[in-house]
Antibody
């Protein structure tokens, strides 16, 4: 079935780096724009980053710009989020999501992963 | 950034009730609005996109309406499986932003 499975979360010290992966299955991965979204404890959802179908274009939230890098490997059906210079404000559950409908500037999501927890302390 | 304000933040309702949740955008977003349902420990589920289009497989008791800055999600005849948290999202431009969520609880 169509699914996204995140991995790579854990506990990391402030200032350190961590890489997340999101493995896709059940659909033609290279045909979809992919996103990362996070939810801090007790907080709402925050969009983090998006990557185009071929990986050539990325856009980031201001809160992570310059520190996080989104990438993808269409041969492995996987999207990545490399996070550096982490702060306690980055503590959250990180989920990847598939974009299915677009305004041509941004998109809505139809499939979400369950997320991987990142704790910076 | 466009701010999405959802109300109420929580509500109590009974099975069979009609429930309406509102979402206001801080500026016009045409119909670029989506609604999601999330249950504890589960990934969000897409319900509505383009403000009023029902996602495939979603029961017809769910409906969305609105455009510009004011949007609603209505659940007709609330079912036991509908008790969850609902949130809206604009996708007019980046950054996409989400409403704070509405928790629908059993009365």
């Amino acid at each position: 079935q169509v699914q996204l499975v995140e991995s790579g979360g854990g506990v990391v010290q402030p200032g350190r780096s961590l890489g997340l992966s999101c493995a896709a299955s059940g659909f033609t991965f290279s045909s979809y724009v992919m996103h990362w979204v996070r939810q801090a404890p007790g907080k709402g959802l925050e969009w983090v980053a998006v990557i185009s179908k071929d990986g050539s274009t990325q856009t980031y939230a201001d809160s992570v710009k310059g520190r996080f890098t989104i990438s993808r490997d269409n041969s492995k059906n996987t999207v990545y989020l490399q996070m550096s210079s982490l702060t306690t404000e980055d503590t959250a559950v990180y989920s990847c999501a598939r974009e299915f409908h677009s305004s041509n500037l941004a998109g809505a999501f139809d499939i979400w992963g369950q997320g991987t927890r990142v704790s910076v302390s | 950034d466009i701010q999405m304000t959802q109300s109420p933040s929580s509500l109590s309702a009974s099975v069979g009730d009609r429930v309406t949740i509102t979402c206001r955008a801080s500026q016009g977003i045409s119909s670029w609005l989506a609604w999601y349902q999330q249950k504890p420990g589960k990934a969000p589920k897409s319900l509505i996109y383009a403000a009023s289009s029902l996602q495939s497989g979603v029961p017809s008791r769910f409906s969305g309406s609105g455009s510009g800055t004011y949007f609603t999600l209505t659940i007709n005849s609330l079912q036991p499986e509908d008790f969850a948290t609902y949130f809206c999202q604009h996708y007019n431009n980046y950054p996409v932003t989400f409403g704070g969520g509405t928790k629908v609880e059993i009365k």
